[in-house]
């Protein structure tokens, strides 16, 4: 799978919302009703990882608000993905650029599920880091669901 970098987010065009009027958090709560779709930080200077709840159950690990163990999370990943996304760390550290890549998880059933890492390197008072998100790779082509015990009319 190639590596394809990207410019940082803040390079791209701004999406306003504030004239349809959806704030950041019902934004967040409708991402994670389509998939589990979570985030992450890592602190360059320590090595340490910090995910949301929706990457602690992609990688079927136990939620934490401390650090991820990497050494778990990594083993999770396809053998074959896991030199691919050590560089990408690698090269958006050095470049300081965002990146994309999809990759293999083990889905704890026998095979493996497609995940989307989506990441871009900052830069701030506390020292560098890369911030993401991660969610799984799965297209449905129709998904009804209903609230409070409602059915269609």
Known sequence: MPLRFEQPAIDHRPQTRTHVGITDAEALTMFAAYRLFGFWRIDIETGHFFASEDVHEIFDLPYS?????LAELISRIHPEDRLLIAETFEQASLYRVGFHYVYRVDNRLGGYKM???VGQFRDDTGGGGI????????????IVGFEDGGTPA
Not at 65 to 69: A, I, K, L, R
């Open 65 to 69: 608000e401390g650090p991820v163990n």
């Open 115 to 117: 995940v989307r890492t």
């Open 131 to 142: 911030a993401g998100i991660t969610y799984e790779f799965v297209e449905k082509l129709r």
